[in-house]
């Protein structure tokens, strides 16, 4: 299994331009999510996905839009880049059934808007 | 709303030392605390996961224990090695596989020093 896959790895992007970052996952997990990460911040939890056509929002959604029509895959669209978007994204997914269920993350797109 | 406070400063452990690494959390307990290792330019891996009604797990040299009355979760790394050295994160969750995402702190550095 290639676990959960995130393209690109890099991207630089004007203000303004609207972009998708891409994440797949093969492991037929129920839930996945977006998070991103700047420094002194942590993660935060941007939109999150309990199954196919299902999403809602996290904590930090406001400019970016996601949709999940397939179990495999979960883009994150940013519709007008902002500087304030400049951040390393990580999308993770996890089984759904049980309790004891990991999150799996993916390598991450470092964004940089300018 | 929900705060997870983690010291975000380096912490610095002498090799085949016990780290100890402190998780606090604000407002009601959350189901399940979760634990993950990043290093530089990857994603978070999954560690160790806890519910609230767990007082300690254990998992070869890394054990968690969860103290609901302090609000606070230690994270236990023994005989250390300068391999532990990463940032160590801690995140709750009300589902075990965090269908409504992770909220995360900002996560501790740990160095380990030959």
């Known amino acids: 299994n290639a676990g959960v896959t995130q393209t690109p790895k890099f991207q630089v992007l004007k203000t303004g331009q609207s972009m998708t970052l891409q994440c797949a996952q093969d492991?037929?997990?129920?839930?996945m999510s977006w998070y991103r990460q700047d420094p002194g911040m942590g993660l935060r939890l941007i939109h999150y996905s309990v199954g196919a056509g299902i999403t809602d929002q996290g904590e930090v959604p406001n400019g970016y839009n996601v949709s999940r029509s397939t179990t495999e895959d979960f883009p994150l669209r940013l519709l007008s880049a902002a500087p304030s978007q400049t951040s390393v994204y990580f999308c993770a997914s996890s089984y759904g059934g049980g309790e004891y269920n990991e999150q799996f993350f993916g390598p991450g797109t470092r964004l940089t808007v300018l | 709303s929900q705060k997870i406070e983690q010291n975000s400063e380096a912490l610095n452990i002498q090799e085949g030392k016990t780290a100890t690494l402190t998780c606090n959390y604000t407002?009601?307990?959350?189901?399940?605390l979760q634990w993950y290792r990043q290093d530089p330019g990857r994603g978070p891996v999954f560690l160790l996961l806890i519910r609230e009604n767990e007082k300690e797990k254990r998992k070869e040299r890394l054990k968690v224990t969860f103290d609901t009355t302090l609000k606070q979760s230690l994270f236990h790394i023994t005989a250390s090695q300068p391999a532990d050295s990463a940032t160590y994160l801690c995140?709750?969750?009300?589902?075990?596989?965090?269908?409504?995402?992770?909220?995360f702190g900002k996560g501790t550095h740990l160095i380990i020093q030959p």
């Open positions: 492991m037929n997990h129920e839930y």
């Open positions: 995140a709750r969750s009300y589902s075990g596989g965090g269908a409504d995402g992770l909220t």
């Open positions: 407002n009601y307990s959350p189901a399940y």
